[in-house]
């Protein structure tokens, strides 16, 4: 077997690294910043999350069209969604808003997700083609993807506290993003170029799949009780728990067992294939959230045994759905731009859904933020951080578990 340096795999899992910091921490990290730091309300933050959703309905399907349409200027077009997405990071965190701070925050944050979902579908894309390239290796690029996509999150979930030393942490995480995007677009200068030839599959005729729909489902439902927990964790911690100082240590260990859990999940799908694993995983889920129904205040270290176990279960999530997806798209789609598009634009749907109800709805519970609050609002939290997430991974393993899918 070629080695996975040979490869260029490390190169994968370094831009990973750097995607993955300027997704899921941005949902931890900016709503809360906001609301400290400029005193923005929950549910105005929640509403232009929200909206800029909206906007990916027709942006993320068009980056999917230009990313396959332009494939033999990919490299000028993922340099370009490099450069926006660091600049954005930046202003987003390192600038005092020069307008309101609310319009602030909706244009730094227009201009971080664009680059992130243009570099985001053509990573994707080009890993259908890498992975053919190294004969059928889905599952063996998604795991070091993967992994590298969840170091990248367990730097960024803590990176504010550890850069505490610096006066200016927020400042300082942004300029080392910056720095670490334009490293990670020096390593992939060469992996652009594809002497693939096939021809451009339109969205509606990968829509037209009935496989295709129903994985394009499956990772809305998936991905779901991501984005309620990571938009909650904070929250969840802090008045619930009643243990705040404690999010940075759960978030890293939460993330550094999604980390660890990734390359085992990988070999365990090479070995009994991404389905059987990815369900297991989904029950091992299940479990988890129920459990984690049961806490209140002070049970920060079994909290952190459901951090570890949950966190485990985002390794099988992130690693191994992508996986089956993309051999899919290798089958009716092989350049993928398309296919990525519409994959990154449910994956991003989910955090959109999730900020623009549940913020609100814990507004109109009672819930505030770093306040006393009463068991009727901490109650509402805990059903929604645990017990939603349990009935969406349900009809997610569900509906897996009845699709049909041709793993070789």
């Known amino acids: 077997m070629t080695s996975a340096r040979a490869l260029g795999l490390p190169r994968y899992a370094v831009f990973a690294a750097v995607l993955s910091a300027a997704g899921l921490p941005i949902y931890i990290h900016a709503p809360k910043f906001y609301v400290d730091n400029y005193g923005v309300s929950l549910g105005a933050l929640a509403t232009v999350l929200f909206l800029l959703r909206l906007i990916d309905v027709i942006q993320d399907p068009f980056f999917g069209w230009l990313s396959e349409a332009g494939r033999k200027y990919r490299p000028s077009l993922v340099a370009l969604g490099g450069i926006v997405m660091a600049i954005s990071m930046w202003g987003l965190f390192a600038v005092t808003p020069p307008i309101d701070a609310i319009w602030w925050f909706a244009l730094t944050l227009a201009g971080l997700f664009s680059g992130f979902s243009l570099l985001t579908i053509s990573f994707y894309a080009q890993g259908v083609l890498k992975a053919d390239m190294m004969g059928d290796g889905h599952v063996r690029l998604a795991t070091w993807r993967e992994t590298g996509a969840l170091i990248g999150v367990c730097v960024a979930s803590v990176a504010p506290v550890a850069l505490a030393f610096s006066g200016a942490p927020f400042v300082a995480y942004a300029g080392l993003f910056s720095a670490l995007t334009l490293m990670a677009l020096w390593l992939m200068r060469n992996e652009w170029r ?8 339109p969205m509606g005729d990968i829509l037209r799949d009935a496989t295709a729909r129903r994985l394009l489902l499956i990772a809305l439902l998936n991905a779901a009780p991501v984005a309620v927990t990571s938009t909650l964790f904070l929250f969840f911690v802090e008045s619930r728990l009643d243990a705040p100082g404690m999010e940075g240590p759960l978030l890293l260990l939460f993330f550094l067992a999604a980390a660890l859990s990734a390359p ?10 991404p389905k059987p694993m990815l369900l297991a995983g989904m029950m091992l889920a299940i479990a988890t959230f129920g459990f984690a129904l049961t806490l209140g205040t002070g049970d920060t270290a079994l909290f952190a045994v459901i951090c570890v176990a949950s966190g485990a279960t985002l390794g099988a999530d992130l690693t191994l759905l992508p996986a089956i997806f993309a051999r899919h798209m290798a ?4 350049n993928a731009g398309n296919g990525f598009g519409l994959w990154s634009f449910v994956s991003k749907f989910t955090l959109a859904i999730a900020a623009i109800t549940l ?22 939290l805990t059903l929604l951080y645990a017990g939603l997430p349990c009935i969406l991974k349900l009809f997610a393993l569900t509906l897996l578990s009845v699709t049909r899918l041709t793993e070789k």
């Open 194 to 201: 594809s002497e693939a030839t096939a021809p451009s599959t």
């Open 359 to 380: 913020l609100p709805i814990l507004e109109v519970n009672g819930f505030q933020a770093g306040m006393t609050n009463t068991p009727d609002a901490l109650m509402t």
């Open 264 to 273: 085992a999940w990988g070999r365990l799908a090479e070995r009994y294939g």
């Open 331 to 334: 089958k009716i789609a092989p």
